[in-house]
Nanobody
Framework: QVQLVESGGGLVQAGGSLRLSCAAS????????MGWYRQAPGKQRELVAN??????TNYVDSVKGRFTISRDNANTLSLQMNSLKPEDTAVYYC?????????WGQGTQVTVSS
């Protein structure tokens, strides 16, 4: 099992930046994939970016060139978000995959004002 706690959300103006962090505890060395998802009001939760053991990363097209995912150490996942847009407003969730089982954090709100 793994426990995930997100931090770093907040209110920012369009064009600004935020850095989200996800602190993992528990069986962190068994994690195969970690990622950031987001869910805007009335919309389905979507993958924003993930990083696979070994370092390969994937991004949804809408954030390419603006967001950067990194696994800073074994228990910290980050998402650097630059050039934020109002459409980036959502609750952002951290997820970890261990042997096909997904573990979620509680989420952190990101609000981008125009």
């Amino acid at each position: 099992q793994v426990q995930l706690v997100e931090s770093g959300g907040g209110l920012v103006q369009a064009g600004g930046s935020l850095r989200l962090s996800c602190a993992a505890s528990g069986s962190i060395f068994s994690i195969n994939v970690m990622g950031w998802y987001r869910q805007a009001p009335g919309k389905q939760r979507e993958l924003v970016a993930n990083i696979i053991r070994g370092g390969n990363t994937n991004y949804v097209d809408s954030v390419k060139g603006r967001f950067t995912i990194s696994r800073d150490n074994a228990n910290t996942l980050s998402l650097q978000m630059n050039s934020l847009k109002p459409e980036d407003t959502a609750v952002y969730y951290c997820k970890a995959l261990i042997r096909g089982l997904g573990y979620w954090g509680q989420g952190t709100q990101v609000t981008v004002s125009s």
